[in-house]
């Protein structure tokens, strides 16, 4: 088998000779797009060969296979992670020097790929880091997005959403997988005939679409494994209509094409309309009838029609409840397609698909109105009508005469189909991602199914790829970790305990500290040149980085920096150390009052800047476009970490693990992953505020919360949100706070004022902001804390999340 060396001199002849090939350059006239993507292009070369070894690897041994279905997955940049992972790091960096090329110049030419949005894409990417790494047989299947979420402007202080064109010059990472295309159908009429005895549907009049693969490669650490991210981008079937084109009618000759492409536009289009709930059920069904249809080609191409092996070889993992869709459609691909019947095709089916549950927020919990899913998907409704029959008759065998508790399990009921109760009904595992959400599945939002089948449930907090967040994010902190405990956590990030007793040498904190100002100052730079906003690095650092949602209350940060913005305006001798208040948040586009706490927050930043006294004290600066790329910035420079959910409702956040890794302390409630990450570091190392989970829901059921009265107590309170509305803030619109203040005290529509307990868990936070900062002066003890939250990290690595699904869930051998 032919192999290049990809020794220093090997990939500077690769470089040189691909931007001759593909483009007739030299390396001193090429443009910096021209250079990355023949270094990309090498990288690529080299990742193939390992790729092309994976494959026959996994054919030859006809091991277990997982497909993970995600509707997104955020990948961030591929060329440093790739290098990383395949620890050649060095010999490209010295080849791109010796060549007169600036390796970080050249990492930023990358597009990063709009395929994900939150903490839910991060996540499957950080898995695709780790399965890969541990030789897990993996595809990572999702849609190959054209323009994601949207690229997020600053306007005035208010967002404006653009597209975001990574694609514009191609992706280096992906080839087209031609022989694997299929169709995907939509609409029609279901047609039952009878042949040999046996029913068989056909579906008839449908609207068909080519679905076509692009793969990328996931590279393992150190090893000879390469997985496969797929991503289906939507073709139309008609071929071009020339004839009508020649006529003139040059919409009419395009519309075929429009209609099926459209499918692939955009990451969670709007769907506060009939024609975005079903623009977003067909994406989800798109990319789960492709993936399946693919799985099953796959399957019979190793072992035929023995359909009987596939809970041995085949494991579906639906993240979230978007995939759900690909419990029906396995139904359909076996019985329609393979001719099997109903109760052998059931057995596969309840053996071949888990179900990772990511939140109890009853918003994001999905249902389709009926109506619309048999209009859209006539055939898989009609397979829905009879698993729901069959599991209601289950159902009211253990609880007889309890219609209306069947009636909230069931995956038909009340006009809608509930996605979260056909994937728990039918996946054979069911799991949280941290160890409180867990516990909040079984006692509360599933407790009727966990009742019914308990030895299904499962917790599995969540991870990171500490190669991605912490050896390519911060090599500054990555070097000064090698000197001390070597290199052994790159590997395996448990050996970063071994960092515990360097936490007492005076001498490496001074080191830890400076690696830290370093990152602070790399950090500055580049929104300096992003924006044009100037930070000081001698400001602390106090980051609330994640999608922007009341739940995750970034309004509780803000409200708290106006109480001090007037603190230091009243009191002549206010002194505190100064601090930088750094926002990275995207808000959904349809979501009004995430993007007016937006406005609110650019509004308070532009108040303190006018203020000559407050501004040498607070800088607030709202990160624009908040992406995987600018975080690799922010999270090694970070030194204080807001995890302000309401307890009870993140069900585990990964950004906090991000934070902590690089040695930034939690601010935080005990939520989600905060509570395992106060186990690890003890009480003394992390800051702890607010209301527990179990006062929240006890809260939730009396009903008799009213933050009025805290309103008219807590002089401070009075005065900032007086403030929303007497021109403080916006001089020339008075009122435009309005809808929060209203939502604050009085609720919407007779509904529950301040549900997220804003102004509840206000002196708490408020107190705990000031332990943090009198800590924050002791430089030794605040170091302390940090080198003792990085030592703890290792815990917190999707590698050890990754065994924990193999061991618990998937069981596959790895290769």
């Known amino acids: 088998m032919p192999t290049t060396n990809f020794d220093v001199e090997g990939i500077q002849q690769s470089i040189m000779g691909k931007l001759q090939r593909y483009y007739g350059v030299t390396v001193k006239d090429a443009s910096m797009q021209q250079l990355y993507k023949a270094t990309a292009s090498t990288v690529r070369d080299q990742i193939m060969q390992k790729w092309m070894i994976s494959r026959e690897n996994r054919a030859s041994e006809q091991g277990k296979r997982l497909y993970y279905l995600s509707v997104e997955f955020l990948m961030g940049r591929s060329m440093n992670s790739n290098l990383i992972n395949l620890c050649c790091q060095q010999e490209y960096n010295q080849a791109l020097e ?76 992906e080839i087209v997988a031609t022989e694997d295309i299929c169709q995907v159908q939509f609409g029609g009429e279901v047609h039952e005939t009878e042949v040999d005895g046996r029913k068989v549907f056909a579906l008839d009049n449908t609207y068909v ?31 071009f209509d020339l004839k009508t084109f020649g006529r003139g009618e040059y919409d009419k000759a395009m519309d075929e094409m429009k209609m099926a492409e459209v499918i692939n536009k955009v990451l969670y289009p709007e769907d506060s309309h009939w024609e975005g709930k079903m623009l977003r059920m067909k994406q989800h069904y798109f990319f789960t009838s492709a993936t399946l249809q693919y799985a099953l080609k796959d399957f019979k191409r190793q072992y035929g029609n023995n359909f009987d092996l596939m809970p041995d070889k085949v ?109 728990v009904s039918y996946a054979f595992s069911v799991n949280g991602v941290s160890q409180l959400h867990g516990k909040i599945l079984t006692e509360g939002l599933f407790h009727d199914y966990y009742l019914v089948n308990p030895d299904k449930f499962s917790a599995i907090t969540n991870g990171i790829t500490h190669r991605r967040w912490l050896l390519s994010a911060n090599p500054g902190l990555r070097d000064l970790l090698t000197e001390a405990i070597g290199p052994g956590f790159y590997r395996d990030a448990q050996e970063l305990e071994k960092l515990l007793p360097f936490a007492q040498d005076a001498a490496f904190r001074q080191k830890f500290e400076q690696v830290k100002i370093q990152n602070k100052i790399r950090l500055s730079r580049l929104i300096e ?15 609330q980085a994640k999608r922007l949602h009341e739940y995750k209350r970034q309004l509780l940060n803000a409200l708290h920096i106006q109480v001090l913005y007037n603190r230091i305006v009243e009191d002549a001798n206010y002194d505190a150390p100064p601090r930088a208040f750094l926002f990275g948040a995207k808000a959904a586009p349809g979501y009004y009052r995430a993007k007016m706490i937006i406005r609110y927050i650019n509004a308070l930043a532009s108040l303190i800047n006018l203020h000559p006294r407050a501004k040498k ?199």
């Open 98 to 173: 010796g060549l007169g090329i600036n390796p970080l110049t050249l990492l930023s030419e990358e597009p990063e790929p709009a395929l994900g949005n939150g903490g839910l894409g991060r996540l499957a990417a950080c898995f695709l880091d780790s399965l890969a790494s541990l030789n897990i047989p993996t595809m990572g299947c999702t849609i190959r997005y054209e323009y994601g979420l949207f690229r997020q402007k600053i306007v005035d202080g208010q967002q404006v959403e653009l597209p975001d064109t990574w694609l514009q010059n191609g992706n280096v990472w």
């Open 209 to 239: 679409i080519d679905a076509v693969p692009y793969d990328m490669p996931a590279v393992g650490y150190d090893n000879d494994c390469v997985n496969t991210l797929r991503t289906w981008s939507a073709r139309s079937c008609e071929v």
């Open 315 to 423: 494991v579906f993992h639906v993240n979230d409840t978007h995939p759900g869709l690909a419990i029906p459609e396995l139904f359909r691909l076996l019985i329609d397609q393979e001719g099997l019947g109903w109760d052998a095709a059931e057995h596969i089916v309840r053996n071949c698909i888990a179900y990772t549950n990511h939140t109890v927020m009853q918003e994001a919990l999905e249902h389709w109105p009926q109506d619309m899913m048999k209009q859209t998907l006539p055939r898989i409704f009609m397979i829905l009508e009879e698993m729901n029959r069959r599991l209601c008759d289950q159902l009211f065998k253990i609880f007889p005469g309890q219609w209306e508790r069947i009636g909230h399990m069931a995956i038909l009921g009340y006009g809608q189909v509930h996605m979260a109760n056909l994937c």
């Open 529 to 543: 040149k992003r924006q044009g906003i100037t930070l000081d690095p001698g400001y602390i650092f106090d980051v």
């Open 617 to 815: 004290f607070l800088k607030v600066v709202y990160i624009e476009n908040y992406d995987v790329s600018t975080a690799e910035y922010l999270m090694p420079a970070a030194e204080i970490s807001q995890q302000l959910s309401t307890a009870g409702k993140e069900a585990s956040g990964t950004g906090n693990m991000k934070f902590m890794m690089n040695g930034a302390l939690t601010l935080g409630t005990m939520d989600g992953a905060n509570v395992e990450i106060y186990d690890q570091v003890g009480a003394d190392n992390i800051y702890i505020f607010g209301m527990r989970a179990e006062t929240v829901d006890s809260m939730y059921a009396e009903g008799t919360y009213n933050p009025m009265s805290i309103f008219e107590t807590t002089a401070e309170i009075r005065r900032a949100l007086s403030q929303w509305l007497d021109g403080t803030l916006f001089p020339d619109e008075p009122m435009a706070l309005q809808d929060l203040y209203h939502m604050l005290l009085i609720g919407d529509y007779g509904g529950m004022p301040d549900e997220y307990f804003v102004l509840k868990d206000f002196g708490s936070y408020s107190m705990a902001n000031r332990r943090m900062l009198t800590d924050y002066r002791d430089r030794d003890k605040w170091l302390k804390k940090s080198i003792i939250n990085v030592a703890k990290s290792g815990y917190f690595a999707s590698d050890r999340t990754i065994t924990e699904y193999n061991d618990k869930i998937w069981h596959i051998q790895p290769t």
